[in-house]
């Protein structure tokens, strides 16, 4: 396991999985997370992005391959992915996507999904499927049993959104199952990129 793969934060894992595309500058990767919409799964600010990204440099996720100045432009430093980077994009995803506890990077996890094998991403979601259905299971029986001993529902309120909150999860996971075991899912690196991402890259670029 890469050190500290676990503990990296989520805009750390993002942009270790933007430089999976190609090497890219700062600017262009906050432009792309921006464009992409994947600010909604994880905030990111300018301020915020650039610390990650000297964060990783200094860790040795990713190295710089060149400075480069366009007219009165600041300098735009370019990075490239290294192995220590790509292993713990892979290694954070297995940690989180089977998990039931932290839906905010479990998001993140299932949007990075795609690179690790389709197989293993079908296991880790049957683990996750099967820790969803225990978890409802005993907190409907916790309601039920709470509820023959006479408690108030004012009481209860909070229970019941944490029921319906799992149930929507776990149709949520079942289906994510289903469609990605459809027979010729396109899944992985061979699947072609959309074009609007690459028009989005040409306009981070510039």
């Known amino acids: 396991m890469p050190r500290n793969a676990v503990k ?5 894992i993002m942009l270790l999985a933007l430089l999976f595309e190609d ?13 992409r919409k994947r600010d909604r799964l994880v905030p990111v600010t300018k301020g915020a992005l ?4 000297a964060r990783l440099e200094k860790e040795h996720y990713i190295a710089e391959v060149s400075v480069d ?6 300098e735009r430093t370019t990075y490239t992915l290294l192995e220590l980077g790509r ?9 989180e996507l089977p998990r039931i506890d932290h839906p905010t990077a479990y998001g993140l996890a299932l949007a990075e999904a795609h690179n690790l094998p389709l197989e293993e991403v079908i296991e880790l979601l049957t683990q ?10 005993t907190l409907e029986a916790e309601l039920a049993a709470t509820r023959e001993e006479g ?12 029921a319906i909150l799992l149930a929507a999860d776990l149709r949520s996971n079942t289906a994510a199952i289903e469609r990605i075991s459809t027979p010729n899912f396109q899944w ?7 074009a609007k991402y690459q028009l989005h890259r040409k306009a981070a670029q510039q």
Do not use: I, S
């Open 50 to 53: 650039y610390h990650t990204v």
């Open 151 to 162: 408690t108030p529902e004012q009481y209860l309120l909070n229970f019941e959104r944490t």
């Open 87 to 95: 292993e713990a994009v892979t290694t954070w995803v297995r940690h």
């Open 128 to 137: 996750r499927r099967d820790m969803l259905a225990d978890a409802l299971a």
């Open 69 to 74: 100045r366009k007219g009165n432009r600041p």
């Open 8 to 12: 990296l934060t989520p805009l750390g």
């Open 23 to 35: 090497d890219m500058h700062p600017y262009e990767m906050l432009c792309l997370l921006k464009q």
């Open 188 to 194: 992985g690196g061979g699947v072609t990129t959309p």
